[in-house]
């Protein structure tokens, strides 16, 4: 089945520093997300993005936040100055339509210190 | 804002007991999900409900979804351990945008 990869699996970084959170959707869908999870928490919406722009935003996605799809394939997720509270697990997904099920990444674990 | 309730957070069940996770919107949906995380996983989809009063089974699995499209449950029966994990659902707007609930987190012990 194909799958929705996002690298890397790990991200250590100071506060106050910048990370990009990449993944590869699905090559025929064509709507992304990412969502993040703190760690025995619920799965939290932040973004979605379809026709190479942001369709919904949650109250989390804020200045800090932007996401890109620059070549095509690669959707990125950039958060421009880490805070403690960042840290989480970010999931990126994909599907190809409003109504179809959401195939999710593996994740990529952000620690801030 | 939209809200979608799951209750219990946790459950404990002993192998061959039955498990019953319930979802609840404050507003209408236009279908729901279910999606299930094994520990250290990504969220797997699972099944997905669009008529009310649906009802759905896979297997051991039972999927209903209510009359008024506000609230689905998930019936798992005689459990395994390898249901082991979290159950989310996941409530579907006209905009699109998945809310997800804040799961139940299922232990069987053998």
């Known amino acids: 089945e194909p799958e929705v990869t996002q690298t890397p699996s790990h991200q250590v970084t100071q506060m106050g520093q910048e990370v990009i959170l990449r993944c590869v959707p699905i090559?025929?869908?064509?709507?992304f997300y990412w969502y993040r999870q703190i760690l025995g928490q619920k799965v939290e919406f932040l973004v979605s993005?379809?026709?190479?722009?942001?369709?919904?935003k949650s109250e989390i996605f804020d200045d800090q936040f932007s996401v890109e799809r620059p070549d095509g394939s690669n959707f990125t997720l950039k958060i421009r100055s880490t805070k403690l509270e960042d840290s989480a697990m970010y999931f990126c997904?994909?599907?190809?339509?409003?109504?179809?099920?959401?195939?999710f990444g593996s994740g990529t674990q952000l620690s801030v210190l | 804002g939209q809200q979608v309730m799951q209750i219990p957070q946790y459950q404990h069940v002993q192998e061959g007991e039955d498990f019953t996770t319930y979802c609840n919107s404050s507003?209408?949906?236009?279908?729901i999900q279910w999606y299930k995380q094994r520990p250290g996983g990504h969220p797997v989809f699972l099944i997905q409900?669009?008529?009310?009063?649906e009802v759905k089974k896979q297997k051991r699995l039972t999927f209903q979804f209510g009359e008024a499209k506000k609230n689905s449950s998930l019936h798992i029966t005689a459990t395994q351990t390898t249901d082991v994990g979290t159950y989310f659902c996941?409530?579907?707007?006209?905009?699109?945008?998945?809310?997800f609930g804040q799961g139940t987190t299922l232990q069987v012990k053998p």
């Open positions: 997904a994909s599907r190809t339509g409003l109504r179809e099920k959401l195939f």
């Open positions: 090559s025929n869908h064509l709507y």
């Open positions: 993005f379809y026709n190479n722009e942001i369709s919904e």
């Open positions: 507003t209408t949906l236009s279908n």
């Open positions: 409900l669009v008529k009310s009063g």
């Open positions: 996941a409530g579907r707007r006209n905009t699109g945008k998945l809310i």
